[in-house]
């Protein structure tokens, strides 16, 4: 990678074409693995900090055929209408030969890809845990200091990626499919449990079966301990007073017919003023923030515990031992640890 200087106010106060360059700038630096170029993010992403967090940050997850890059598009282009700048960072599966991104989201958005008031960064998962791009949190910081005051994460929408962005956003939104709720044994408890908003996207195919997922999605959320609630039994869909806890709901949709959005919209407004009121959305911020800090510890260590020089030279043995059955894994694994112990 080229090195790439990047100025705090082109990022912040720049116009937008400059501004424009560098976000892209920045990203690909966080993106590098060279040590200096981490040094140097570091520092940035530090002075970005008092910039941040002034967006909502909202998680869309869903199988592959459902219509997130629809739907998202259409959701941009309307929230840009009312005012709003957009930052849209879609988790593209890696190509194995490559590592590059397959499914290219940004030739997905043609309109929005364009917008001056929006920017789309596509980003190879690369294999991470969830199909989530590793640095995908702090680019999210990146384009809140640059003024977007709503930033969409966009996931592959299999394996664990729905837990991985739910772990980062402010609110998880799940989009089915009008089929969906034909067979709710497809649908994973734990990824309904993570569900904020439940969307049925393409309704408009078929009205009946989108009525029916939505009644029984429903209930399935209700099964799964969402709904049900004694305290909250008064509630008033739509007009629930400030100090209500959000309950997570089903609503249908057709982002290429445009209906559903304005409604979508108000559905998210009301969550984050419930959840801003409660106190909810700032502790699930400092939760998330503390998570990923662990997290890169983890992986911090993991990398420096493959790359010690005596760990390297004993890992082929004991990989060979442990698949042969003339050693248990769990020996090996303490010995490898003591020989990083014994020479750190």
Not at 166 to 183: H, I, K, W
């Amino acid at each position: 990678m080229k090195s790439a200087h990047v100025e705090l106010g082109d990022i912040v106060h720049g116009a937008a074409p400059l501004q424009r360059r560098a976000i892209a700038k920045t990203i690909t630096l966080l993106e590098s693995t060279r040590d200096d170029h981490r040094a140097r993010a570091d520092a940035l992403l530090t002075s970005l900090l008092p910039y941040t967090g002034n967006s909502f940050r909202l998680g869309i997850s869903g199988v592959p055929g459902v219509g997130k890059s629809t739907f998202i598009e259409t959701l941009g282009l309307y929230l840009i209408d009312r005012g709003h700048r957009v930052a849209v960072l879609t988790i593209d599966p890696s190509s194995t030969v490559s590592g590059g991104s397959i499914l290219g989201d940004k030739t997905r958005m043609e309109k929005l890809s364009v917008h001056e008031r929006a920017y789309i960064r596509p980003s190879p998962s690369s294999g991470t845990l969830g199909g989530v791009a590793e640095k995908t949190r702090e680019a999210m910081l990146v384009c809140e200091a640059a003024g977007y005051d709503i930033v969409i994460v966009e996931t592959v929408g299999v394996g664990q990626s729905e837990t991985a962005v739910s772990g980062m956003t402010d609110m998880f939104v799940l989009l089915q499919l009008p089929n969906a709720g034909d067979d709710l044994q497809a649908i994973k408890k734990g990824v309904m449990e993570l569900a904020d908003l439940v969307v049925i996207n393409k309704a408009d195919i078929d009205p009946d079966a989108a009525t029916r997922a939505q009644a029984q999605i429903t209930s399935a959320l209700r099964l799964f301990g969402h709904h049900g609630n004694p305290a909250h039994a008064h509630a008033v869909h739509g007009a629930e007073a400030v100090h209500h806890q959000w309950q997570p709901r089903v609503m249908q949709s057709s982002a290429l017919q445009g209906t559903g959005v304005d409604a979508f919209w108000e559905a998210v407004k009301l969550f984050k003023t419930l959840q801003t009121a409660n106190g909810k959305l700032g502790a699930r911020r400092e939760k998330q923030a503390l998570a990923w800090m662990w997290e890169r510890i983890d992986a911090g260590l993991k990398h420096a515990f493959r790359h010690h020089p005596k760990v390297r030279e004993l890992l082929p043995q004991a990989l060979a031992q442990v698949a042969a059955g003339t050693l248990p894994a769990s020996t090996a694994a303490r010995n490898l640890l003591s020989a990083q112990a014994g020479q750190a």
